[in-house]
């Protein structure tokens, strides 16, 4: 029998409302940034009694790549894959798509354990001691809008107003309305720069009460439709005053549905803004550290000493064996094993992917380990996803809000991927921003009585083989801080 659209459309949505509990935990771990992992598994251990912190081992997982190695990516990959096997599969079916490819178990045969020698473990400190970021709530969601906006000077300096109007917490305490008779504009603009601030880090921003606020971040982990979205939507005040049967009768849950719900709306921050503000300064702590040993080869080693050390209670494993214990104790363990069990799988993959990663990220990005940004090559996140057999969205994820130390310094991982130029004399590849680089570089050598046009420093551009529009090198121009030949002109 055939379905007409609009079953197949309704079935689809219903899909949608309905990710299973570990999809949404393991969709969490993986992008979360170190500090939100922390949190997140202590949470798990004060609600689990079969979880229980550990004290961190001494070794540490280190992947050798040969610093001489002929052997492009794709083939390095290859050899990755020969070696990769598929996760537990009853789990990865309840995965969407683009995630089911995570639950990988380890695909590296010769990873070695080893400590990290005293100079790594010294640099190690000098990033923790040093590495930090002083910046206000405004600057971190300025950043983000510039990022978003891609030039759009009308919708960035509106969002700045928006930005200028929250107050610590990250709550927004005029209408649409209200600040569209203050600025003078429409309002529907007004309310498109709301909306984008909202989609920005941290989840929850811009709100106008706690409860938007509290649906924001919900929306955010795709909670859309679930217990707790009902409940935060219509019950809030009886959550607060703890009427959980009546919201148990009112949703049509059962009462220990209400009480998991009740659990995860108490991980949503009421004040996101309070994590970012300026006295409180994010440090930015590396996920990945990118070295060479003294033998010359490139290093990829996995910060884990910031990842929490958990582990199953044995104790506990060993009374399920107990014939004497009563059956819904016994339910009561398996339960909680199982979720434990999907914590550690979790956090695994998270380690495993972002590993993936970064050793794929040396093997492209080799030339700009050594010399710098000038010599970073175009790279888009499709690229690594097709290499790794993995969705895009993953890769996004798996990079999101992450940080890898190399010797020219502490960088978001998302700043080795841009768009960039091949030469059409040599073929040879050059990023967005190596050719930023080189615009800068021709005008600081301009005759300061005649500084270059835009038209013209595209024709010197493409004098070497690249073809970049007057457009473009105006915009790179921009984004360097350089006025207009105009403005340059020395009289």
Request: net charge negative; hydrophobic share 40%.
């Amino acid at each position: 029998m055939q379905l007409n659209v609009s079953q197949n459309l309704n079935t689809s949505q219903r899909q949608e409302l309905t990710m299973a509990p570990q999809q949404i935990q393991a969709l969490a771990i993986l992008q979360a940034d170190v500090q939100e992992l922390e949190q997140r598994v202590a949470q798990e251990v004060a609600i689990n009694p079969l979880l229980e912190f550990v004290a961190p081992g001494q070794e540490v997982l280190e992947a050798d790549l040969q610093a001489g190695d002929s052997r492009s990516p794709e083939e390095i990959t290859e050899d990755l894959r020969a070696q990769v096997i598929e996760g537990d599969e009853s789990l990865g079916e309840a995965l969407q798509e683009d995630f089911s490819e995570l639950y990988l178990d380890n695909y590296l045969g010769d990873i070695s354990r080893r400590s990290p020698d005293a100079d790594a473990e010294e640099r190690r400190k000098h990033f923790f001691d040093s590495a930090v970021a002083e910046t206000s709530l405004q600057d971190y969601l300025e950043a983000q809008i510039r990022e978003v906006v891609a030039g759009d000077q009308q919708l960035f300096a509106l969002c700045l107003e928006v930005v200028g109007n929250l107050d610590d917490a990250g709550y927004l305490h005029s209408s649409a309305a209200e600040m569209a008779r203050q600025l003078e504009q429409p309002q529907e603009e007004i309310a498109k720069a709301i909306t984008l601030l909202q989609s920005l880090e941290p989840a929850g921003l811009a709100a106008r009460d706690l409860r938007e606020c509290l649906l924001l971040q919900l929306e955010r982990n795709g909670e859309k439709g679930s217990i707790a979205w009902d409940i935060v939507e219509c019950h809030l005040e009886d959550l607060a005053r703890n009427r959980l049967p009546q919201i148990a009768k009112a949703v049509d849950a059962e009462l220990d549905e209400v009480k998991e719900a009740q659990a995860r709306i108490q991980q949503l921050s009421p004040k996101p803004g309070l994590a970012l503000s300026s006295a409180t300064a994010p440090v930015i702590i590396p996920d990945v550290y990118i070295e060479k040993n003294a033998d010359g080869q490139w290093t990829v080693r996995l910060n884990h000493e910031v990842i929490p050390k958990v582990a199953i209670n044995q104790q506990y494993l060993d009374q399920l064996n107990d014939p004497a214990l009563p059956a819904a104790d016994r339910n009561f363990l398996r339960d909680k094993q199982q979720a434990a069990s999907q914590l550690l799988w979790a956090i695994d993959q998270r380690q495993n992917t972002l590993e993936k990663i970064a050793i794929l990220l040396v093997n492209f990005q080799r030339e700009f380990l050594e010399q710098g940004d000038s010599r970073l090559r175009p790279l888009v996140m499709a690229t690594l996803a097709d290499t790794l057999g993995l969705h895009e969205a993953t890769i996004s994820r798996a990079i999101a809000n992450k940080y890898v130390a190399t010797p020219m310094g502490v960088f978001p991982i998302k700043h080795f991927f841009t768009t960039g130029y091949s030469k059409a004399d040599s073929g040879e590849e050059l990023s967005s921003r190596a050719v930023r680089r080189k615009i800068a570089a021709l005008i600081q050598q301009e005759d300061p009585h005649k500084p270059l046009s835009d038209q013209k420093i595209s024709q010197l551009l493409q004098e070497e083989g690249l073809t970049v529009a007057r457009r473009t090198v105006a915009k790179y121009r921009e984004e360097e801080n350089i006025p207009a030949a105009s403005l340059r002109k020395q009289h």
